[in-house]
Each structure stands twice: as C-alpha cells, then as structure tokens.
Nanobody, 126 residues
C-alpha cells in the first residue's frame, strides 16, 4: 500500500503561482508513475499532468500546458506541481495519484492509477 498526502493548496489571485507537493509513504518506490488530477464542484475529475517513474517523461492537459510543470524527487518520494499564471477556471480540488502496476508512464487516464491522495483545494480569485 502507498499513502499519498497533498499539500500546498490555498487561495491565490488570478495570475499568481502555487506549488503543490505530494508526499508518498508506505510501500514507496521510485518506480511509480505519478499524476495530478483536479475536480471542480459538479464536474468530472480531469487529468492535469503526469510524470514517468524516472521523471524523464511528462504529459499535460492542453488547458495547463505552458503554465504548469510537474516534477519529482525520488529521493524524497515527492512529486510536485508548479502552477503559474493561474486562472479562476483552475479552481478545484487537486489530487495526486500513483500507478502501482509497474508501468513507466506518463499516464493520462485516471483508470491507470491505483492510489489517490485526499486532495488539496486551490482557489483562484479574479
């Protein structure tokens, strides 16, 4: 089992920046492909970004490409999501996820992930 804990959410003005962190514990391994998803009230959970287990491969949703950057520090069992030029439509709960099946990644589908964090709220004011 892997436990994931997100942090770094908060309230920010439009155009601002935030960095989210996702710390993994339990049966941790640098071989997990990781991803970030978000969910706004009344909407489906959507893909934001993903990173391969090595960190060499990344993938982003079109809506965040060029504004968000995903990275990882396997020595710290932590994945980051650097968010810049934030917009009100980025407001959502953000979740990190881990694939426990040994797939290299990056993976864009939520169905490819086995472990999920509890989420951290990001609110962008206009």
């Amino acid at each position: 089992q892997v436990q994931l804990v997100e942090s770094g959410g908060g309230l920010v003005q439009s155009g601002g920046s935030l960095r989210l962190s996702c710390a993994a514990s339990g049966r941790t391994s640098s071989s997990y492909a990781m991803g970030w998803f978000r969910q706004a009230p009344g909407k489906e959970r959507e893909f934001v970004g993903a990173i391969s287990w090595s960190g060499r491969g990344t993938s982003y949703a079109d809506s965040v490409k060029g504004r968000f950057t995903i990275s990882r520090d396997n020595a710290k069992n932590t994945v980051y999501l650097q968010m810049s030029s934030l917009k009100p439509e980025d407001t959502a709960s953000y979740y990190c996820a881990a694939n426990g099946r040994g797939v290299t990644g990056p993976l864009r589908s939520r169905y490819d992930y086995d472990y999920w964090g509890q989420g951290t709220q990001v609110t962008v004011s206009s």
